[in-house]
């Protein structure tokens, strides 16, 4: 039944080490996103994909970069982890005029040692 | 700048004890609000859009609420199983598409 599939949920990587998370859908949504939730905190807005289109927030730092291969699949990089990267990564999907907003997966925890 | 405030950042409830949750938004254009909850460890999950002032949405215990500068999350008679944390988010139209920006959300423990 899952519909936005986040792997792994949980993640530790060690400082600087290149960490990719992964997210999968079955809606076959065209408009996949990245948050970042920090504890406590809003989900922030890292990119975001229209088909192939590829969008970043003018202030996602340059160490995170994101893939899409396809509709189903979209990738999110963090090339040097630092400290202040660990948090909940979330990701979403949308198609345009749907009027529930965004469909989120469960996250992925990633802790950075 | 678009901007949503959640308040009270935490609130603590007796099963039964009704209140609200506010949500406070200055954006450019909006295009809907919407309200999620969030379970420790989890996504959030939808549960309600709002489109214009002075529309409302009912599900179970939750009743939401719009006007042109705020919304409400009513919360009639709570459950413990209402716990969780509860976000607001705008959709505004931005950079040439659609996005959501999010409150910090507001804490509820409902205690039996």
């Known amino acids: 039944d899952a519909m936005v599939i986040q792997n792994p949920r949980y993640q530790v990587t060690q400082f600087g080490k290149p960490v990719t998370l992964s997210c999968s859908q079955t809606l076959n949504h065209n408009v996949m996103y990245w948050y970042q939730q920090k504890s406590s905190q809003a989900p922030k807005l890292l990119f975001h994909?229209?088909?192939?289109?590829?969008?970043n927030e003018a202030d996602t730092p340059d160490n995170f970069q994101s893939r899409r291969p396809n509709t189903s699949f979209c990738f999110l990089d963090i090339r040097s982890p630092g400290l202040g990267d660990a948090a909940m990564y979330l990701c979403?999907?949308?198609?345009?005029?749907?009027?529930?907003?965004?469909?989120f997966g469960s996250g992925t925890r990633l802790t950075v040692v | 700048e678009d901007q949503v405030t959640q308040s009270p950042e935490a609130l603590r409830l007796q099963e039964g004890e009704s209140s609200s949750l506010n949500c406070s938004y200055t954006?450019?254009?909006?295009?809907?609000l919407f309200w999620y909850r969030q379970d420790p460890g989890k996504g959030p999950e939808f549960l309600f859009t709002?489109?214009?002032a002075g529309e409302e949405k009912e599900k179970e215990r939750l009743k939401a609420t719009l006007t042109k500068k705020e919304s409400f999350l009513h919360i009639t008679a709570p459950k413990p199983e209402d716990s969780a944390t509860y976000l607001c988010?705008?959709?505004?139209?931005?950079?040439?598409?659609?996005?959501?920006?999010f409150g910090a959300g507001t804490r509820l423990a409902v205690h039996p």
């Open positions: 988010a705008v959709r505004v139209f931005s950079g040439g598409y659609n996005k959501l920006i």
């Open positions: 979403a999907t949308s198609s345009p005029g749907q009027l529930y907003g965004y469909t």
């Open positions: 994909y229209y088909d192939k289109d590829f969008n």
């Open positions: 954006v450019s254009g909006l295009r809907g």
């Open positions: 709002l489109y214009s």
